[in-house]
Structures are given as structure tokens and as C-alpha cells.
């Protein structure tokens, strides 16, 4: 390699760090801005947190004694900045509706949701690939006709009729082979009810597949029809190094961006899911806070699934330009 490439190597992957600062820091700012309305909304709630938690036979002392002792007489702005630096070193606040620590009581939820997202994703991830490039492949052919139609009827679906569509097919009416609801308790691992788990992950698979599956199909036609996948056919490269060489890394570029979009919409979905299934994630634990008006654990929650969307879309951008020739040598 001659010093004029090892140069351009080296200013390629200067740009890509930059780049990736650049994304990093507008991801926190996306975060602090986030963090301010989500504050501001929940203090805007219609609900009193010391009437909440000692009812509304409580005396007027023991409300003033309750709102010292949580920090609730102070002003907003003082409010918020114990809530964010509590955050910040990992103290999220009590929990008004069981008293105990957010971090202790939302924990085992979060490792729940997070791995039945995990499963979720990789299942679908790939699948929407694949069903994608095919569909490009034959083009105008039955499998794209047919798996164009099915997508459009899924992704028009929303999760809860989804579900209960499943719930009647394989655990009612038609077939009794899978439980209607998950049995786990909270803190027990996730893989040890997979029956109860097949449900709800085929849910999220359905809710996630349609969208990618389609955008995989239009990326793909378009670099198929690209000049320099002509240009490779025409140096007389096989059909399946074209595809794999040349057409299918510029085309998962572009998917790539759909499928962040759709991992993070999941982390918002899931909650019905959850809630349908009966399984013991943070979906459950937001619907309860809401009910209750448990401030610290929606205010916790709402934080946390927004940070789910700023991560996957940090990913996405940085999986889009390593996988995409183009975008790398454009950023240079």
C-alpha cells in the first residue's frame, strides 16, 4: 500500500470518528432535552404524589410533613436537578407506590423487557431480510405479490389485535397448544416459561417484520437496478456475487435505519404486549405507575424507553455507514 491510500485510510477513519462524536453528542442532548419534558410533563399531571400515596382522608400536617420529606415543596427547578443527578449516579428515587428504591423495584423488569426485545429482534431481524431481498429477487412474482399483500394486512394490525388474533388460534378456540397469558413471576428468569414466551415474541415479530421486510424489498430493487451492480454483471460476475458483493451491503444500509426505528418502537409497544400477556416487564410496571401516579417510576420509565430510541438510532447510523462503500467515502 503506498502512502497516498494509507493517507486516505487514515482520513476515512478520522471522518468516521468524527461522525461518531458527533452523534454521541447530539444523543445526549436528545436525552437532556427528553429528560426536561418528561419532568415537565409529569408535574403537570392532575394528581397530588403525597394525596397519592396517604389518600385523601390525610391531614394537611401530614401532607406538608410527606412533600418535605420527598423534596416536594421545593421549587420545580430544584426538583429537577436532584432528579437528574439522581439519575446521573444511579439513585432513581422511592417509589411512592411500594416505598422501596425504583432501581430495586424496576431492575428485574427491565432484564425481562430487554430480553424478550432481544428475542424479538434477532428473529426478526434477519427474517425481514430475507423476505425482503427475495421479494426484490422476483420481482412481479408470485412470492413478491403474495408476500407484499400478507405485509400490508400485518403492518396494518396493531399489536393488541395481533395478540388476541394468536390467543384465539393457538391457545382457545382453534388450537390449545400455547398458554393465553406468561406465568413468570417477578426476578424469575425469562427463559425458564419459554412456552409462555412464544406468544409474545410472535407478536413483536409480526409487529416489526411487515415494515422492514418492505423497505429490504425497495432498497434492494433500486440497487439491483443500479449501474454498477450492470456494471458488475457485465464483468461477468455470478449472480450471487453480485448480490452478496455488491447489491445486498447498499441495500441493508438504508433498512438499517427502518429497523432502529422499529426496535425502538418496540421498546414503546411492547408495553401493550406486556400487558396483554400478562408478562412481568417494564410495560407492566408503567401501566401500574400510571394508575397509581407512581411519578419516580414513569419518570424513570419514559427516561429509559427514550433512551432506547436515541441508542438504536446511534447504532443504526453507525451500522448505515460501515456497511454502505458510499457513505464512507462520502464522509471522507
Do not use: C
Not at 1 to 19: A, T
Not at 75 to 83: D, E, F, R
Not at 89 to 105: C, H, L, N, Q, R
Amino acid at each position: 500500500m503506498d502512502g497516498g491510500s494509507v493517507i486516505k485510510v487514515v482520513l476515512v477513519k478520522l471522518s468516521i470518528v468524527k461522525f461518531l462524536i458527533k452523534r454521541v453528542l447530539l444523543g445526549v442532548l436528545t436525552l437532556f432535552i427528553v429528560s426536561l419534558l418528561i419532568f415537565g410533563v409529569t408535574q403537570a399531571l392532575p394528581s397530588d404524589p403525597a394525596e397519592a400515596i396517604l389518600g385523601r382522608e390525610a391531614t394537611p400536617e401530614a401532607l406538608a410533613a410527606l412533600r418535605a420529606d420527598y423534596g416536594l415543596d421545593k421549587p420545580l427547578i430544584n426538583q429537577y436537578g436532584s432528579w437528574l443527578g439522581g439519575v446521573l449516579t444511579g439513585d432513581m428515587g422511592t417509589s411512592y407506590a411500594t416505598m422501596t428504591p425504583v432501581g430495586e423495584y424496576i431492575s428485574p423488569r427491565i432484564g425481562a423487557s430487554f430480553f424478550l426485545l432481544l428475542i424479538a429482534a434477532v428473529g426478526s431481524i434477519p427474517l425481514s431480510i430475507i423476505i425482503g431481498a427475495n421479494a426484490a429477487l422476483r420481482r412481479d412474482r408470485k412470492f413478491d405479490t403474495s408476500s407484499s399483500l400478507i405485509s400490508l394486512i400485518l403492518a396494518a394490525m396493531p399489536e393488541f389485535v395481533v395478540g388476541t388474533i394468536l390467543t384465539v388460534i393457538f391457545s382457545t378456540t382453534i388450537w390449545q397448544v400455547l398458554p393465553a397469558v406468561t406465568y413468570l413471576e417477578v426476578g424469575a428468569p425469562p427463559w425458564s416459561d419459554l412456552k409462555g414466551l412464544t406468544l409474545p415474541v410472535l407478536t413483536l415479530l409480526i409487529a416489526v417484520t411487515p415494515y422492514v421486510s418492505r423497505v429490504m424489498r425497495a432498497a434492494m430493487v433500486e440497487v439491483l437496478e443500479s449501474d454498477y451492480v450492470e456494471m458488475a454483471r457485465l464483468k461477468g460476475m455470478d449472480e450471487r456475487t453480485v448480490l452478496w458483493r455488491h447489491a445486498m451491503p447498499n441495500a441493508v444500509g438504508p433498512a438499517f435505519q427502518v429497523i432502529a426505528l422499529n426496535l425502538a418502537y418496540l421498546a414503546g409497544g411492547v408495553i401493550i404486549v406486556e400487558r396483554l400477556y400478562n408478562f412481568p416487564g417494564i410495560g407492566s410496571a408503567l401501566a401500574d405507575a400510571v394508575r397509581s401516579r407512581d411519578l419516580p417510576v414513569i419518570q424513570f420509565l419514559a427516561l429509559v424507553i427514550a433512551g432506547v430510541y436515541v441508542l438504536t438510532n446511534l447504532l443504526a447510523d453507525i451500522g448505515t455507514v460501515l456497511v454502505t462503500p458510499r457513505l464512507r467515502t462520502r464522509l471522507s
